[in-house]
């Protein structure tokens, strides 16, 4: 057998569906490959990994009981992964789920270093770790602005946060201070260039519920507008149809973007989005600077991020129940004083940063 010649980096999400979990490995994949020339990376899900076509039915049941039962799904991970968040319990059914197919991924790929993007992964990676199991390096990439009851923390090496509020915590818990790199939630480093935001003549704000198109998105846009709106639509051909039925010069339905530069060119010609409070898009809206408002936050990790969020400062919360969603927006871009507020909250967030690229932390920590 030929000898290998390269250090093996494994990338771990969850589930097949295109969340932030995929996002964020493809992105510091990306960053590795760039910094790191005599590395391998190699991306697994560890469900699909673990139980083939069962993913499907896993993927698909999640989303069905979100989009059907959203409160109680809400309350489950309340309960499973949010309470009581500074203790870290085993969890013992994913280990009986999970742990010898982890082990039987470790001895096919043998890893010098492994990058948990999903609590999951991160959990059975810790507890091997703190048994002497494992000899890879481990690392936490957090996918939202707050660490769940989940993740795992003593065995892990190297923690990429995305906050000072998420490092803070982490220190609250032991983890030594040199282990914890505040890098914001990951994204591709298109999104990372310098752009000066210029103000459109007539307001122009993108709507978008990440790469399912899910939310109540036509909902946000009156009969008349008077802003002009780009939807993403995502994977949801049933919304895309809707709104191209409007026919409608200030409403322009897109579908899913696959390419990055594609997203970022879209982004430079934005004066606001209007997301949901998800980790990946709020992300790459903070790195380029542009304004954010949030709305319709899916149960569970959604909610939370949301409220982390306003802690921060970062977002501005918008009701599409409770006034026209023009007038909130109007309001917030004619007033200086709102946005001088808004702007400072986000220089504070970049100044908490890192100073050096991600890149160079990542030659940093990898062996």
Known sequence: MEQQSKDEALFLPFMQIPTGHHHVADAVMEELNRAVKTINCEKVDILSYSYGRIERLVSATYLHWIRIMPKAYDLLYHRLAVKDQTKR?????????????????????????????????????????EKGKLNAITVNVYTDFFVNRVWGV?????????????????????????????????VHPVFQEKQALQR??????????????????????????EIKYTVLCGQNEK????????????????????????????????????????????????????????CNALPGQEKVNELELVELGVINRIDPYKNNIEL?????????????IYKQKIDAYHNYLEKQSLSDILLTICP
């Open 89 to 129: 319990s085993r969890q013992i059914l994913y280990e009986a789920m999970f742990l010898s197919f982890f082990k039987k991924l470790m001895r096919e790929t043998e890893p010098n270093i492994l990058f948990c993007t999903h609590c999951l992964p991160s959990n059975i990676a810790s507890l091997l770790k």
């Open 154 to 186: 003593r065995g892990i090496d190297y923690h990429l946060v995305p906050s000072i509020s998420v490092k803070n915590f982490l220190l609250d818990l032991g983890v030594e201070e040199d282990r914890i790199f505040i890098t914001g939630i990951p």
């Open 200 to 225: 459109n003549e007539m307001l122009h704000v993108l709507i978008t519920g990440g790469s399912l198109g899910v939310g109540a998105m036509e909902k946000l846009i009156p009969a008349n507008p």
């Open 239 to 294: 919304l895309y149809h809707s709104l191209s039925e409007w026919s409608h010069p200030y409403v322009q339905p897109i579908q899913y973007i696959e390419s990055k530069e594609e997203m970022n060119h879209l982004y430079n010609q934005v004066d606001a989005v209007i997301s949901k409070p998800g980790g990946v898009t709020v992300s790459e809206c903070l790195m380029k600077r542009i304004p954010i408002f949030t």
């Open 328 to 340: 909130q927006l109007k309001n917030f871009f004619t007033n200086n004083e709102q946005q001088m």
